[in-house]
Nanobody, 125 residues
């Protein structure tokens, strides 16, 4: 069983930065950050897969160069560093974990993930 608790959201001016955190427990090899605005589907903004040898990171084109994802093994915490924020980044952000090493869906597909945090709001003005 996986438990996820996000923090770090808030309000920021355009061009600013925020770092989201997700305290995790359980199987956390495959994790991701997603965001959702009212009336829209939840979309991936970053994913990470920590394999036996390498760690793979996945970023959609919409955030490449601005967002980075990382995992601190000592703290069991997933991070999303967001820079150069724009009003279009305003959304509820969710941390997700697949709960297994193997998966049917690719890392940026929300169907891959069975466990979700409660979400943290990011507002850019």
């Amino acid at each position: 069983h996986v438990q996820l608790v996000e923090s770090g959201g808030g309000s920021v001016q355009a061009g600013g930065s925020l770092r989201l955190s997700c305290a995790a427990s359980g199987n956390t090899y495959s994790m991701g950050w997603f965001r959702q605005t009212p009336g829209k589907e939840r979309e991936a903004v970053a994913a990470i897969y920590r394999g036996m040898v390498t760690t793979d990171i996945y970023l959609p084109d919409s955030v490449k160069g601005r967002f980075t994802i990382s995992y601190d093994n000592a703290k069991n915490t997933l991070y999303l560093q967001m820079n150069s924020l724009t009003p279009e980044d305003t959304a509820m952000y969710y941390c997700a974990a697949s709960g297994t090493r193997s998966a049917v869906y690719p890392p940026l597909d929300r169907r891959r993930y069975s466990y979700w945090g409660q979400g943290t709001q990011v507002t850019v003005s």
